[in-house]
């Protein structure tokens, strides 16, 4: 398997937790992979961050004491379209269907190995990097008589 540490190069991340040790930690495994990181332990600074740093993806934690992630997903909604990673200890299959459908790219359960974190920002950013260049990921010719899904 190759190494897609150059796939994350100069890519600006903002992590939204309110526990300063997952966001001192993340900015330590992020930028050891080639992130610039910036963090925020309130969702009203994280909303501010991204007006200001334009961040390429937001990592964000669901249990924010002042906006919970669920209302975050919906304002950064507003204005936005940077791809959103859910890293939660909640693992309910209501709660992941709730927040994907709030505006959420992807939804990972915490405890998670640093690789499939990469692993799962870098799918994010590859998306990403597809719809900002026109690529479709799907080619609707590819039905059979051009039939609907």
Same mark, same amino acid.
């Given at each position: 398997?190759?190494?897609?540490?150059?796939?994350?190069? /100069?890519?600006?991340?903002?992590?939204?937790?309110?526990?300063?040790?997952?966001?001192?930690?993340?900015?330590?495994?992020?930028?050891?992979?080639?992130?610039?990181?910036?963090?925020?332990?309130?969702? &009203?600074?994280?909303?501010?961050?991204?007006? &200001?740093?334009?961040?390429?993806?937001?990592?964000?934690?669901?249990?924010?004491?002042?906006?919970?992630?669920?209302?975050?997903?919906?304002?950064?909604?507003?204005?936005?379209?940077?791809?959103?990673?859910?890293?939660?200890?909640? /693992?309910?299959? !209501?709660? +992941?269907?709730?927040?994907?459908?709030?505006?959420?790219?992807?939804?990972?359960?915490?405890?998670?190995? /640093? &690789?499939?974190? +990469?692993?799962?920002? /870098?799918?994010?950013?590859?998306?990403?990097?597809?719809? &900002?260049?026109? !690529?479709?990921?799907?080619?609707?010719?590819?039905?059979?008589?051009?039939?609907?899904?």
């Amino acid at each position: 398997m190759g190494d897609n540490r150059n796939m994350t190069t /100069n890519k600006k991340v903002l992590v939204i937790d309110d526990d300063r040790a997952i966001t001192e930690l993340l900015s330590v495994v992020l930028g050891k992979h080639g992130f610039e990181v910036f963090t925020a332990n309130k969702s &009203e600074e994280g909303l501010q961050l991204i007006t &200001e740093k334009k961040p390429d993806i937001i990592t964000l934690d669901l249990m924010m004491p002042d906006i919970n992630g669920w209302d975050m997903c919906k304002k950064i909604r507003v204005f936005s379209v940077i791809p959103i990673l859910v890293i939660s200890a909640i /693992n309910d299959p !209501q709660t +992941i269907a709730s927040m994907l459908d709030s505006g959420a790219d992807d939804y990972i359960v915490k405890p998670l190995t /640093n &690789e499939i974190l +990469i692993a799962h920002l /870098n799918t994010l950013l590859r998306r990403a990097d597809r719809k &900002e260049t026109g !690529q479709q990921s799907v080619n609707a010719n590819w039905l059979p008589g051009n039939a609907t899904l």
